[in-house]
């Protein structure tokens, strides 16, 4: 192995990640399957000048981490299922306050207390929907530590760029899988800086008065700035309003920087999409089992294709649909009860030819899973 290689855990991979992009601040409660996150930070961040707490609670933990970026740090939490249910209240108000930061979730098995050590991918439309009213989010996932490095700096990217909190949603076996990672070069990696106001002291600033880019400059809380902050609706200097005018403007601009810039925040990767008869859709460590299938079949002469997602939410809808539009039949590969396949039926024009291989016991997904679905398909002449 090369001087910057490492063989290390998809939560070290995270770590490492954040480390890169400009981690000031982390708070968290060790939970599995997320705990290594919180156990590597409490003794790497100290010694990069950042700050680590263990909170009494995951509650505590977001509400904290949202307090430190409205000083001007890049903050970030991590947990697991029941530990993510707990965030939502506070996750929805660093919506609302348009506060950047990132929220770590390692998938296991749920509802409940569940199955703590095992996997699953239960958690997709609770990371979409989890936070009461309407609203946007962006959340990213990964199959292996190298994309679980870039989607962890993309993720502090896309937070400072939208002033948004960013999910990612791992899950266990990405989590604890090991192998290798190449260490980027400082700079090799676009690292996103926080945006400050250039409003000088003494002068009026509107916190949440988006520039002709659609970008918002931040003023440090604390600083040379008074303004106020509230998870109520509120107005562009951030005072509670409930003028129907300005509700229905902030709504829709919370929703609309996310969702009108998805072609510019999704992303997948494609592997032998061009000349595929049979699309499989996937992500996290499904898309392991896939990209396995996919190669093996191809061996055998058959067209098989794997559109592998990286960006869960905004789901990229326009892809998928021109992704299956030529294929015969498309297979979404996930562990869980069809969350993303249902989004994959509403993008495509015959959601007939869309099928699930899935697994929700807490075993990992295999390639028999999912060649039995495929000859149960090529059974019916599909």
Not at 95 to 105: D, F, G, K, L, S
Not at 335 to 349: P, R, S, T, Y
């Amino acid at each position: 192995m090369k001087k910057n290689d490492l063989f290390v855990q998809g939560n070290e991979a995270c770590v490492e990640a954040a480390l890169y992009a400009g981690l000031d601040f982390f708070a968290g409660y060790p939970i599995t399957p997320s705990t290594e996150i919180a156990e590597l930070f409490s003794y790497r961040l100290p010694k990069r000048g950042g700050k680590f707490i263990q909170m009494e609670d995951e509650i505590s933990s977001m509400c904290v981490i949202i307090g430190a970026s409205l000083t001007g740090k890049k903050a970030m939490t991590a947990t697991s299922g029941p530990g993510f249910s707990l965030k939502q209240e506070a996750i929805g108000f660093a919506v609302m306050t348009e506060t950047p930061c990132v929220i770590v979730n390692v998938q296991r098995g749920g509802p409940s207390t569940g199955l703590p050590t095992y996997v699953s991918q239960g958690d997709v439309m609770q990371a979409r929907w989890g936070s009461h009213g309407e609203h946007a989010i962006i959340t990213l996932t990964a199959s292996n530590n190298q994309d679980v490095f870039a989607m962890t700096v993309e993720a502090f990217n896309l937070s400072e760029i939208f002033r948004t909190p960013v999910i990612l949603l791992f899950d266990e076996v990405v989590a604890h899988t090991r192998e290798r990672l190449i260490m980027p070069e400082p700079g090799e990696l676009n690292v996103v800086k926080r945006l400050k106001t250039s409003v000088k002291e003494g002068t009026d600033y509107h916190p949440y008065l988006p520039r002709e880019d659609g970008r918002l400059p931040m003023s440090d809380f604390g600083g040379v700035h008074r303004y106020n902050v509230t998870g109520l609706m509120h107005d562009m200097w951030g005072f509670p309003s409930d003028n129907p005018k300005i509700v229905y403007g902030l709504i829709h601009h919370l929703v609309d920087k996310i969702q009108g810039h998805t072609k510019e925040i999704t992303m997948v990767k494609e592997f032998f999409v061009d000349d595929a008869e049979c699309l499989l859709i996937s992500y996290g460590s499904s898309a392991r089992t896939a990209l396995h299938v996919v190669e093996n079949r191809r061996a055998r002469g058959e067209r098989l294709g794997l559109l592998e997602l990286q960006t869960l939410w905004p789901f990229p809808v326009d892809t998928v649909r021109k992704r299956c539009a030529p294929v015969s039949y498309a297979i979404v590969v996930e562990m869980n009860m069809g969350q993303i396949l249902h989004e994959v039926k509403k993008a495509v024009d015959d959601p007939d030819k869309v099928f699930l291989a899935n697994q929700i016991n807490g075993s990992f997904i295999t390639p028999t899973d999912v060649l039995n679905i495929l000859r149960i398909i090529q059974g019916k002449g599909t």
